[in-house]
């Protein structure tokens, strides 16, 4: 390849850590281009800054080093920066030896990520002890020196880093040999080694996004900021393709399909295949027609190490075929993960790029030469309003589609692949009039409850779905508010019919309970007490008709009965605040319910307790709650008792027909669609890949274990049975995390949103 002259060429070994620097890059005046490798460059003036994607994420080193080498033969007067992967995923040592003289530096402050000792650490821990490379089929580096290895490497401490001899260190460690890795905290840090290196003629820079905003810095480049998109007014799409198996994305997936975006999700063995599945790609072609879709790989058989660029080319192929068969302007595109990204631009025939904006840190905007728009974003990347922004990007809005135009949601039919080969879960769209009232308890203010509630508060979907009022303590959410660094107006009100909704205002019912000096992350009886008055003031709102519903943050079991309220949880706490002798836990995630026939006891306890009329009571509850969540006819699944549901006696004494049979025999007379007995491990895969609605467990673990597997980032714990819907966030209190402002707010984000669906409309 001859890359196009310029004044600074940067390498990246992914498409959306090559978009991601171009950003950081993009000058006050003229221009960056983006390059994939292999291709002609554009025609045109040369570009001050030429970002290059080798494509070399996955390839070996040999590859590696020949992709360097060409890039390089075809600016050979420009300065050079190396982007690498913050993780150190990918080739880096093949990367990093085949630039020449190198400074390394990949801390990335703006994500929590810096470098100690030679040592990558993440979110406060060594990298090698986090999950980041649970999908690479081998273990993490545990020090830049093992990533980089064969290369003789010499760590650069902090105070050399941060000493004003730092260019004078780097090219004494160069001259013995040696890579200079250099530690880093913060931005300042980075600004230092750029400068640095600066100084050091034909030495080039290694690093994170982070080290090439520094060179921006230096250089007097402006990052790319947000932009203004027109109008599509009968155009199709935008496709966004979710290339990643980061729990974090389907929070994020979770987002759009709440705002009405229908969610594909396609079997694993489907995208595997060499020729897409000519009904996948009618559907998928169908959707991109009418409006906004998702499209991803259906996790619900777990991620195979290694796999990911099988799944990624099969994504490709089968958008490339589909898109083949929408008429009209080329579809606009949002590309999750590096991997995806490329190969789907490859598919498409998408040869360059011309970056223009900004979503956020690392989604970036991009126009091809055919005229579309593409957001390109690391897979691990974002918040979980990240796909919403993006979508907003593209279309200047987050439309909310009406349900006849999409592929039929659970329950329905449609031309093309049943339930179980492709998933398309839809939303209802709610009717006219207010937006439902609900109480959200602040749960143990030792706990994460406090961010959770804000976090979720200040989310623009939350406040367009319903009128949260918070029971809590108001001194305690400013707290936590100013932990997360949001610039949230807590407002003290009296009354529910009192609070005001503004963006911005969160409206507390402030019952005062917590001293001031209350620590984070401490068991404490006084904060047990305080989320058991904020439980009762919301069920008395509850009873009062003051609110429609009620969403809890966690509360912590020790801490309450510490206080001496000796209940099993809040499922038991509310039962007994609206006076109801017997309620249902049900568990709710994007890819499965669970509802339990019981819940708080020992499993000898448990199984005594299981009887006909339970099992009945229960089924009905949690087809009552589905068909109120916008489900006509839910399909129900029924677990047995014993391992195989008995199998006919061989195991267990005959439970299953004592105390299961006569009910879902009494369930079907009344027209209920109710399966089972079914042994629970099947029960539980055929209901993750779309076949029910709803798995009715008998106890506890048996529930719980599957959905946690399933779907807890996005998981969401149901009351039903009581005067009003009650949800909650399935986690914890989280005790080591509490205070830090770590906590992951999209489970509290879909209790709301599930709340919201769930609960009645004042005016009914």
């Known amino acids: 390849m001859t890359a ?6 940067v390498l990246a070994d992914d498409l959306s850590g090559a978009a991601e620097t171009a950003a950081m890059l993009g000058p006050r005046t003229g221009s ?37 080498a060409r890039a390089l033969a075809g600016a050979p007067a420009a300065a050079v920066l190396l982007k690498l992967d913050s993780l150190l995923r990918g080739p880096v040592a093949a990367s990093v030896g085949a630039v020449g003289p190198v400074v390394v530096a990949t801390a990335l402050p703006a994500l929590d990520r810096v470098v100690r000792g030679g040592v990558p650490v993440v979110a406060g821990g060594p990298l090698a002890g986090t999950a980041a490379w649970a999908t690479e089929g081998r273990s993490a580096p545990s020090s830049l020196a093992e990533a980089l290895a064969p290369l003789p490497v010499e760590v650069v401490p902090l105070r050399h880093v941060r000493g004003p001899g730092l260019p004078a260190r780097l090219q004494a460690v160069l001259t013995a040999g040696r890579v200079p890795v250099c530690d880093g905290e913060s931005d300042a840090d980075l600004d230092a080694v750029a400068a640095a290196v600066a100084a050091l003629p034909g030495v080039a820079l290694a690093g994170s996004s982070g080290l090439a905003a520094a060179v921006g810095r230096r250089l007097g480049h402006a990052p790319l900021g947000g932009t203004t998109t027109a109008a599509r007014t009968g155009r199709p799409g935008p496709l966004v393709v979710v290339g990643t198996a980061e729990t974090g994305a389907l929070t994020q997936v979770a987002g759009l399909r709440a705002a009405g975006v229908p969610d594909l999700a396609v079997p694993v063995a489907d995208l595997l295949a060499a020729v897409p599945d000519p009904a996948v790609v009618r559907l998928v072609a169908d959707a991109v027609t009418r409006g906004p879709v998702v499209l991803r790989a259906d996790p619900a058989g777990g991620v195979v190490p290694g796999a990911a660029r099988h799944l990624s080319a099969g994504l490709a192929r089968l958008v490339a075929t589909a898109l083949a068969d929408v008429p009209g302007a080329p579809v606009d595109l949002a590309l999750t993960g590096g991997e995806t990204a490329r190969r789907v631009l490859d598919a498409l025939g998408v040869r360059s790029l011309a970056p223009r904006a900004t979503v956020h840190h690392g989604a970036v905007v991009s126009t091809a030469p055919d005229g579309r728009s593409v957001v390109t974003r690391p897979g691990s990347f974002g918040g979980p309003g990240s796909l919403l922004a993006i979508l907003a990007a593209l279309t200047g809005e987050v439309a909310v589609p009406s349900t006849d135009q999409h592929p039929v949601a659970s329950g329905g039919t449609t031309e093309g692949p049943s339930m179980s080969t492709l998933t398309s879960p839809t939303e209802p769209v709610a009717d006219s009039g207010p937006t439902p009232f609900i109480a959200v308890t602040m749960g143990d203010g030792a706990g994460v409850g406090p961010e959770v509630v804000v976090g979720a508060l200040v989310d623009p979907a939350s406040a367009a779905r319903c009128r949260p009022v918070v029971i809590g303590d108001a001194a305690r959410l400013r707290a936590a508010a100013e932990i997360l660094g949001l610039d949230a107006e807590i407002a003290v009100v009296e009354r529910v019919a009192d609070a005001v909704f503004t963006p911005g205002r969160i409206n507390v019912i402030d019952l005062g309970l917590l001293p001031a000096d209350l620590p984070w992350g401490r068991l404490s009886p006084v904060a047990g007490h305080a989320a058991y008055e904020y439980i009762r003031v919301a069920a008395e709102l509850a009873m009062a008709g003051e609110v429609q519903g009620i969403c809890t943050a966690p509360l912590n079991k020790e801490a309450l009965h510490a206080a001496g309220h000796v209940y099993p949880g809040h499922t038991e706490l509310l039962a007994h605040f609206c006076g109801i002798d017997e309620v249902s836990m049900m568990l709710s995630s994007p890819r499965i319910r669970v509802i339990h026939v019981t819940t708080h006891l020992g499993l000898i306890d448990a199984i005594n307790r299981i009887e006909p009329g339970l099992v009945e009571r229960t089924v009905r509850r949690g087809h009552d709650a589905l068909v109120r969540a916008g489900i006509p006819n839910p399909r129900i699944s029924v677990c047995g008792i014993n391992p195989h549901a008995g199998e006919n006696g061989l195991f267990g004494y005959g439970e299953e027909e004592e105390k299961i049979v006569p009910a879902i025999e009494r369930l079907q007379a009344d027209g209920i669609d109710v399966r089972g007995p079914l042994p629970a491990d099947t029960a539980f895969f055929v209901a993750g890949r779309g076949d029910y609605d709803l798995v009715v467990a008998m106890y506890h673990d048996q529930g719980h274990g599957p959905v946690k597997v399933l779907g807890i980032e996005a998981g969401v714990n149901i009351t039903v049975g009581l005067p009003v819907i009650r949800t909650s966030v399935d986690h914890g ?5 509490a205070g830090t402002g770590k906590v992951e707010i999209g ?11 769930m609960s009645p409309r004042p005016a009914a």
Request: hydrophobic share 60%; net charge negative.
């Open 747 to 757: 489970s509290m984000i879909e209790a709301l949103r599930q709340a919201a669906q």
């Open 32 to 68: 960056a281009r983006l390059e994939l490798a292999g291709a002609v460059p554009a025609a045109g003036a040369p570009a001050e800054v030429v970002v290059v994607d080798l494509d070399t994420r996955h390839a070996d080193a040999v590859t590696t080093t020949a992709a360097v």
């Open 733 to 737: 209190t989280a005790f080591d995390i």
């Open 4 to 9: 196009p002259a310029a004044a600074l060429l």
